[in-house]
Every structure is written in C-alpha cells, then in structure tokens.
C-alpha cells in the first residue's frame, strides 16, 4: 500500500499564543508543520521603540517562537525582511501621515509582507511548502458557484480580523488556512493548555503597529513644524506642534482655550500646515470615496449596491450603498459616522462574508 505524503504547511510564529495553538492544531490534524518567523527590524528602524511591532523587544519574540517550536516538535526558521518592511510599510506610513492622511500600516504588512514577500523568501530558500497559515481571527472558504475564494469574519467577533486582510488575492487566499477562524478566544486559551502552552497566557496580546499611539519617532522632525489651527470658517482658534501629533477625531491635546464646548480634529492639511477642527456635529460624515480599490467576492464591481461599512477596524458596522464611478466608488451612508479618516481603509461585508474595500479619500 503507497504511503499517503503529509501535507507540508508554513505557520508563522509571532511567538504568541494565537500563532503557537494554530500550529499545534495543524499538527494534530496530521500536517508536517514547519514554523517561521519574521524578522521586521534591523538597526536603524528597531531604535525606534520598544513598544513597536519591530522595535527592541523583537528578539523576545524570536526566543519564544523557538520555544514553541521546540515544544510542539517542528522545525523552526527566521525571514530577515526588515529591509522589505521598511520600504514597504514605514516609509508607506511616514509619507501618509505627512500627507496629512491617516495610514493603516497593519493591512499594507499583511498584502505586501506577511502573506507577499515572504512567500518569495521561503520559496527561494528551497522550503517547499502546500499551505501557510496564521494565527488570524479570519475564515477562508471556497464557493463553487462564484469561483473564488471567499474571505469571511472569525467567529469570534471581539477579535476578527477579517478587516486587515481585505487586499489579500486569490492567488493568496488559496494558499492560506487560518486555524482559529471557526474558534472563540476563550476556546484558544483552553486548547493552549492541553497543548502544554500554557506558559504562553500570561503573554500579552500581540501588540499592534505601534502600542501606545507615539508617531513622533517614526516619522521624525518633519512632522512637527509649528503651525495654525482653523476652524470650519478658516478663523484661527489656535496653535499646534506639529501635525503627527494629531488625529482625525481626536479631542484631547488641541489646547484650544475660551470655547463654550469640546473641539474635535476633523482633518490635516499638509500643504497649508493646518489643523481643522470643529463641534463634534461638525466631524460627521454621510458620504464619502474610496481608490484602490480590492475585492475579494467578485473580479469587479460594475452596479451599486448595498452592504456594511466598517471605517476604521474598531468602527462599528454602518449601512451603505456602493456607488461605481469611473475611477472610484462612491458610499453613501444611510447614518452619519464620526470621524471618517482620509487614508483609512473601509471595508465591506454582507453578513460575514468581506466584499472588498478601498482607500478612503475627499
């Protein structure tokens, strides 16, 4: 009888629980697991913060990815691709928030590194490989009838990430399983246990681009030239440091005096070096577009139609309509949002399933 050939899959260990208990559940269902690790800082962009996704602290996580590597018993390999990271994603950051537009680096290092350039590394390194996964709070599934990968929300709500995975393409999506989608975190904290990972729950969540919200380093002294703050009539209300040092909504830190009520951040002009804030009713928005455009449930979309919006990943779901235009879509709100921001992706779903999305503009 001919020996059945073990699926071989790429997991990509971060060093976290989520990353681990997927590898561990692919071995179980009897993959060859092999175990990878990102290495997104060199000398130059790891001084930029601890509290980073690439900073110092990096090393820590290399540490905990052999560990359970060790444990689960597969192989384990780290990706320099520090210098694909920073051309891609911290430069990509740096002109957006100068540009006076508000980036999500998150969804740009999942397209271009995580699920891109990394193929490539650990194709040419002569690893031969079925599947990569991750531990994303995601689902992918194939629909015999569209001819397409379909992308859809994680069961566990708190913690989808379908979001930040919107420009992955077929090409991708084919080759990727995410373990976890069908799973609750408090099922993934349970399994880590039996999976002797349990040193792995007093780890703290993976941290985001960056944890506590401090641009100033990564975009440097450009940033904080001294300019004016504007009202919606262009009258000057005050005075500011620098424009990283604000974001579209934001409340605290405008230091405007003699006000009746709160001012809010509606927008940053990089060109003028100017501040607008208004009324927090000043800040909403019922219609916007969106370029670049990438969808996952169809090659294009050519009619309107009606789906949910989310404007920022921790947005709540908003109804629209998706309007094609000739090089853009426009989206009607069908309820004012707050604090849409130029360069946020908004991406669209239709119950669980993600339709795609866009950069937001004008």
């Known amino acids: 009888m001919k020996k059945e050939i073990k699926k071989i899959i790429i997991v990509g260990l971060s060093g976290g629980i989520d990353s681990a208990v997927s590898a561990a559940i692919l071995k179980q269902q009897g993959y060859d697991v092999i175990g990878v690790t990102i290495k997104m800082g060199n000398k130059k962009t790891a001084k930029l913060g601890e509290n980073t996704c690439f900073g110092l602290s990096e090393k820590d996580n290399f540490s905990l990815a052999k560990k359970i590597a060790k444990i689960l018993g597969i192989k384990h390999y780290i990706f320099d691709l520090s210098s694909e990271f920073e051309k891609y994603v911290l430069k990509y950051f740096q002109k957006e928030y100068l540009a006076g537009r508000t980036p999500n680096p998150c969804v740009i290092c999942n397209q271009k590194i995580k699920f891109g350039y990394l193929f490539d590394k650990i194709i040419k390194s002569g690893i031969k490989f079925d599947y990569f996964a991750t531990g994303h709070y995601a689902q992918i599934k194939y629909d015999n009838q569209k001819k397409r990968y379909l992308l859809l929300q994680g069961k566990d709500q708190k913690k989808d990430q379908s979001y930040f995975l919107y420009r992955l393409s077929q090409s991708q999506l084919k080759k990727i399983k995410f373990p976890l989608g069908e799973y609750t975190k408090k099922q993934v904290k349970k399994m880590a246990k039996n999976f002797g990972l349990q040193e792995l729950l007093q780890k703290k969540e993976s941290q985001d681009f960056v944890r506590d919200g401090n641009y100033g380093k990564i975009i440097g002294k450009k940033g904080l030239k001294p300019g004016k703050i504007i009202d919606f009539e262009g009258k000057i209300i005050g005075n500011h440091q620098g424009l990283i040092n604000f ?25 003028r070096n100017e501040v607008k804030a208004g009324k927090k009713e000043q800040i909403f928005s019922q219609e916007f577009e969106i370029k670049n455009s990438k969808w996952v449930s169809f090659r294009k979309l050519e009619k309107s139609i009606k789906a949910k919006v989310k404007i920022r990943s921790g947005s709540n779901f908003f109804d629209c309509q998706i309007q094609p235009l000739k090089k853009t879509f426009k989206i009607k709100l069908f309820q004012p949002a707050f604090a849409v921001a130029v360069g946020q992706s908004a991406v669209f779903y239709q119950k669980n399933e993600v339709l795609g999305g866009g950069i937001i503009q004008k």
Do not use: D, H
Not at 247 to 269: D, H
């Open 247 to 271: 974001t579209v909504g934001q409340r605290k830190g405008l230091n405007i005096g003699g006000l009746k009520e709160p001012y809010y951040v509606a927008s940053l002009n990089s060109k």
